[in-house]
């Protein structure tokens, strides 16, 4: 908890790879439209990194298979992204959003925490800011984005997903109630599928259901996540965004079912995992010196394997390749694999405002 209230603005590219595809196609604006491979349809391969929202009606969303999500939007259109206009619009909003000299936490290619304090009063300046800024992006980059406004980061994270695409929402701290209460348990960062599956299974869907609780009842009510909750209910979570107790690595890792040696697939998982990790890495400017791989085999067994390279590097080759060579000789196990992690570190850093968090909430 902060001592001084804060207000955080958080800010979120409305389905990014998408919309960087549409506004240099307009023609094909309207249609269901999945950013993945695009030979999909033939080799039934790769993976979904965003979707339009008429795309996500039928159930389709990020890091679906491209066939589950043919299965169920056959009509969709598939287009690749174009990872340099990705970069640059992204490196376009950052700077301006870093030229304000606020304190910034950019969190990933499209979203980023600003701390507007020092240059708002109060909720009401803050909307009107933080529609300046929705303003001046979709008038330089032409893409529009969401923006939650809160004394939290994760209500502010909350916030920003809210209401999308192009919404602005405010969430005062005599609001929490009625902000919290349609809310599914689920939006919220931190609580993962596992931990969702087993509120369901005792009836708890909502927040609403949850929130008039004190923190011993939800600790009652659904075990250690209870603190978590009542923590983030209450507006007692973190609006810190300073390069305090930095994050000291980058990772990514997918579950899933498959057949022993199914190395397209295996092939398939990794380049996904490694795209978002390496993403990640190139947009908060690091160098890194060590790639870590985790498998884990059918039966539960796990294993990790690290290479570290003479210098740091953000050659996107030379880490594929540090990857793939820890990954290559397990791909052929005869047991299967269940989950394949890829993680960075012994980070140098080009700028220190961006460094991530370990703790971010
Ligand atoms: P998100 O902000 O998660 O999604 P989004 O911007 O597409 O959609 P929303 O409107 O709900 O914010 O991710 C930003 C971009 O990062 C997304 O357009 C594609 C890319 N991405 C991946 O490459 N892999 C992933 O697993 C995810 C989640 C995103
Ligand atoms: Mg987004």
């Not at 609580?191 to 008039?212: H, M, W």
Request: proline share 4%.
């Amino acid at each position: 908890m902060d001592e001084h209230p804060r207000i955080i603005a958080h800010i979120d590219l409305d389905m990014f790879y998408a919309a960087i595809v549409l506004r240099d196609d307009p023609t094909l604006r309207g249609f269901p439209l999945i950013i993945g491979n695009p030979n999909a349809r033939e080799t039934k391969r790769g993976v979904v990194l965003t979707a339009t929202y008429e795309a996500r009606k039928y159930g389709v969303h990020s890091g679906m298979s491209m066939a589950e999500a043919l299965k169920r939007c056959p009509q969709a259109i598939i287009r690749r992204s174009d990872y340099e206009k990705n970069k640059e619009a992204s490196e376009t909003i950052m700077n301006y959003l870093k030229s304000f000299n606020l304190p910034i936490r950019i969190a990933s290619i499209d979203e980023a925490y600003i701390d507007i304090t020092n240059r708002c009063s109060d909720f009401h300046e803050a909307f009107v800011f933080v529609k300046e800024i929705q303003q001046w992006i979709y008038d330089k980059v032409k893409l529009t984005v969401s923006i939650g406004v809160a004394q939290t980061k994760i209500i502010a994270k909350i916030a920003s997903d809210f209401n999308k695409p192009n919404a602005v929402t405010v969430v005062t701290p005599t609001g929490y109630e009625e902000f919290f209460h349609g809310l599914k348990i689920s939006i919220i960062p931190g609580i993962g599928k596992v931990a969702f599956k087993r509120f369901e299974a005792l009836g708890y869907t909502t927040c609403g259901q949850l929130y008039q609780m004190d923190r011993h009842q939800l600790k009652l009510a659904v075990g250690s996540a209870g603190d978590f909750l009542y923590d983030v209910f209450h507006g007692n979570t973190s609006s810190d965004l300073s390069t305090r107790g930095e994050r000291k690595s980058i990772s990514h890792e997918t579950t899933f079912h498959s057949d022993a040696k199914d190395i397209p697939l295996y092939i398939e998982k990794i380049e996904y995992i490694f795209s978002k990790t390496y993403n990640e890495l190139i947009i908060k400017q690091l160098y890194c010196k060590t790639v870590t791989v985790k498998i884990r085999f059918r039966g539960f067994d796990t294993i990790t394997r690290s290479k570290t390279l003479p210098n740091p590097t953000n050659d996107r080759e030379k880490l594929y390749q540090a990857m793939f060579e820890l990954y290559e000789e397990h791909l052929i196990d005869p047991r299967g694999i269940r989950l394949l992690g890829v993680k960075f570190s012994q980070f140098a850093q080009l700028s220190d405002e961006i460094v991530p968090l370990v703790e971010f909430f």
